[in-house]
């Protein structure tokens, strides 16, 4: 690992680009609303399509990589991801929007998956700590950009202007990855590839994808419906919604840079088992709880979500003992594409009853969460409990 310094500062810097522009959407959804006159359904759509188009670039992902090379991934990445948001200034109709989001996530979806495949090449070693580590920095990003765009809708800046300042973080990283050197066994193992017919057979890839996919839909759907929950049913303003959002994204990023001792030190299947058990109570508690108290509750959830992703990332490396990145490629995008039917079916919830009911169907896919991990330790191989 020591050997690769600048790519190991790169994955961190990804991600925290990654956490950065995701979760200033969660403060920036009000703003968006109001803009375009738009109801919840139409948010879910829009949400949806980032999602889908995040999706897609995880799917073909890998697929790309092998072909063009990972650092051609990237760049590409970077560039949609700029480009999407620099057009955002110039349009009037949300149909546009739902365009430009698109392209935000296909993006995206092409550096996570750049970020994630250069950690399983370079971190060998005490992978559950080290993917921990890597997605901490995701977590750094998270903080920042809720609060970021909270204080930027204060100094009455429109979303689209809030948006367009992350382009100086995007435009720093793609000068950097210039003229950073990829080897070859990292930039381009066509070895690693496994055909899509092998990996669909198999259940414990869909037990995978349904573990994941949970958590995913857990985390992001606070992340974008925190604000706005706060906000309608607890009378908070925007700006102080923004503040337990990014308390949650400060808590989660603790989370990490601890998570990764208790991983290793308890066992990766058992740390998942009690932490999803542990953020189900808390975010009950928080419906449950009025004013302050119940925003706390949800800020501190931030700490045992804050290992699912990697961890399973981690599980999943140990697992496969060749074609990790074509497992974790389909994997993701499956989990991608749960994420996104979920977030469309948050907002429908939100206007067929209401915000309330909306927010507190996130609890359903925590409890998932424990189901599906539960029927997955049952078909892992590699002993966990080691």
């Known amino acids: 690992m020591k050997r690769h310094k600048k790519l190991v500062f790169l994955a961190f810097m990804m991600m925290i680009m990654l956490g950065f522009i995701n979760n200033m959407r969660g403060t920036l959804i009000p703003p968006i609303r109001?803009?375009?006159?738009?109801?919840y359904s139409q948010i879910g759509v829009m949400l949806m399509a980032s999602t889908f188009g995040f999706m897609s670039a995880t799917f073909?992902?890998?697929?790309?990589?092998?072909?063009?090379?990972?650092?051609?991934?990237?760049?590409?990445?970077?560039?949609?991801?700029?480009?999407?948001?620099f057009i955002m200034g110039y349009i009037n109709s949300f149909f546009y929007l739902i365009l430009l989001m698109t392209l935000l996530g296909i993006g995206l979806g092409s550096v996570e998956i750049g970020a994630n495949s250069l950690g399983a090449k370079i971190f060998v070693e005490k992978s559950g700590m080290m993917?921990?580590?890597?997605?901490?920095?995701?977590?750094?990003?998270?903080?920042?950009?809720?609060?970021?765009?909270?204080?930027?809708?204060?100094?009455?800046?429109?979303?689209?202007?809030?948006?367009?300042?992350?382009?100086?973080?995007?435009?720093?990283?793609?000068?950097?990855?210039?003229?950073?050197?990829?080897?070859v066994e990292i930039e381009n193992d066509k070895k690693d590839n496994i055909a899509i017919k092998k990996i669909v057979k198999q259940k414990k890839v869909w037990l995978f994808s349904a573990v994941l996919g949970s958590a995913v839909v857990s985390e992001i759907a606070i992340g974008s419906?925190?604000?706005?929950?706060?906000h309608v049913e607890r009378a908070f303003s925007t700006t102080s919604a923004s503040t337990y959002l990014s308390l949650f994204f400060i808590i989660f990023t603790v989370g990490r840079l601890v998570g990764g001792y208790f991983t290793e030190h308890l066992g990766y299947i058992k740390i998942l088992f009690i932490f999803a058990s542990a953020t189900l109570f808390l975010f009950i508690c928080g419906l449950l709880?009025?004013?302050v108290l119940g925003a706390v509750f949800f800020s501190t959830a931030g700490f045992f979500i804050s290992i699912m992703f990697p961890t399973i990332m981690a599980v999943i490396m140990n697992e496969f003992?060749?074609?990790?990145?074509?497992?974790?490629?389909?994997?993701?995008?499956?989990?991608?594409?749960?994420?996104?039917?979920?977030?469309?079916?948050?907002?429908k919830i939100n206007d067929i009853f209401n915000v309330f009911t909306g927010f507190a169907s996130i609890s359903f896919f925590m409890f998932l969460i424990i189901v599906f991990l539960y029927f997955l330790n049952r078909e892992l191989e590699y002993d966990f409990a080691k």
Do not use: C
């Open 60 to 85: 073909f992902g890998g697929l790309a990589a092998s072909h063009f090379g990972l650092k051609r991934v990237i760049t590409f990445g970077f560039l949609a991801a700029a480009f999407s948001i």
């Open 34 to 39: 109001d803009f375009y006159t738009v109801n």
């Open 321 to 347: 003992d060749k074609g990790v990145s074509s497992y974790m490629g389909f994997i993701i995008t499956t989990a991608s594409a749960i994420n996104m039917t979920s977030n469309w079916l948050i907002g």
């Open 225 to 230: 419906w925190l604000v706005n929950f706060l």
């Open 131 to 183: 993917m921990n580590m890597l997605h901490l920095f995701f977590g750094v990003g998270a903080s920042i950009g809720p609060r970021y765009a909270g204080w930027l809708l204060s100094l009455d800046l429109e979303w689209y202007q809030i948006y367009l300042t992350a382009l100086v973080l995007i435009l720093f990283l793609l000068i950097y990855l210039f003229f950073t050197d990829f080897p």
């Open 289 to 291: 709880m009025e004013g």
